[in-house]
């Protein structure tokens, strides 16, 4: 089991940057890969960046590109997204979640979320 915890949401301006954290525990060893999903009201979960453990390749949502990028400290077993620009639109609950070796099909652990509110 790989338990994860964000940290790093509020309430910013539009324009502005945040940047969230992920920390991992327990079966660390066995994480392929880890990702950012978040969802807005009435709205269903959308991915929006992951990065794989080892390698550190990354994927975006195209919504994001440009404006995000996630980085990880293995060391740590953290997981990181920085947000810039950030737009209304980019407002939702934002969770990060990871894939283990031996179900690479799927994002099976995922944390509680962070809320991230854009005025405008």
């Known amino acids: 089991q790989v338990q994860l915890v964000e940290s790093g949401g509020g309430l910013v301006q539009a324009g502005g940057s945040l940047r969230l954290s992920c920390a991992a525990s327990g079966r660390t060893f066995s994480i392929y890969s880890m990702g950012w999903f978040r969802q807005a009201p009435g709205k269903e979960r959308e991915f929006v960046a992951s990065?794989?453990?080892?390698?550190?390749?990354?994927s975006y949502a195209d919504s994001v590109k440009g404006r995000f990028s996630i980085s990880r400290d293995n060391a740590k077993n953290t997981v990181y997204v920085q947000m810039n620009s950030l737009k209304p639109e980019d407002t939702a609950v934002y969770y990060c979640?990871?894939?283990?070796?031996?179900?690479?099909?799927?994002?099976?652990?995922w944390g509680p979320g962070t809320q991230v509110t854009v005025s405008s």
């Open positions: 990065i794989t453990w080892s390698g550190g390749s990354t």
């Open positions: 979640a990871a894939k283990v070796f031996s179900r690479v099909a799927e994002f099976g652990s």
